[in-house]
């Protein structure tokens, strides 16, 4: 397994009234993990403000929360699925409110790693097929293999 998904940070079918309470639920895996610090919801928090993570895809909307390296102790990618989506503002603009229904969170312990995955990403995201698998998957085993199927879980 790689070691970008080594922690099992995945939460399927999530209730969350807005970003920000999907953001700390799903940061606060990741502190639990040990792979942040306790200061990376407030980095992400910070980020999105500066630097919108919302992507508006063909058939769902998705978003990429990250933050600088301070925040992290390993490189590590989470994901969350919402049962009904939260506004985030879309990358690139400054208020166009997008509904999203899944999250891919980053905590990247080196600049370099965050256009590479970033770029990934972006590629997977492509197939709206496997962006409709992984809303639906709700278990680790079968992320892993959505993982895999999406080359994500190459360093």
């Known amino acids: ?61 998705v978003a990429i929360p990250h933050t600088d390296v301070e925040h992290v102790n390993r490189t590590q990618i989470g994901f969350m699925s919402l049962d009904e989506p939260v506004e985030f503002i879309e990358m690139g603009t400054d208020d166009k409110k997008i509904p999203v229904k899944m999250l891919f969170m980053l905590a990247l312990k080196e600049a370099h790693q965050q256009l590479d995955m970033l770029m990934k990403l972006m590629d997977a995201f492509q197939n709206d097929d496997l962006i409709d698998r992984f809303y639906k998957v709700d278990n680790y085993e079968d992320f892993y293999k959505l993982i895999e199927e999406a080359k994500l879980d190459i360093e």
């Open 1 to 61: 397994m790689s070691d970008l998904f080594d922690a099992k940070i995945a939460l399927f079918n999530q209730h969350a009234d807005s970003r920000d309470e999907a953001l700390k639920m799903l940061a606060d895996e990741f502190v639990k993990a040990g792979v942040a610090k306790d200061t990376f919801y407030e980095g992400l928090i910070t980020r999105e403000a500066n630097f919108p993570t919302g992507l508006s895809l063909n058939n769902m909307c």
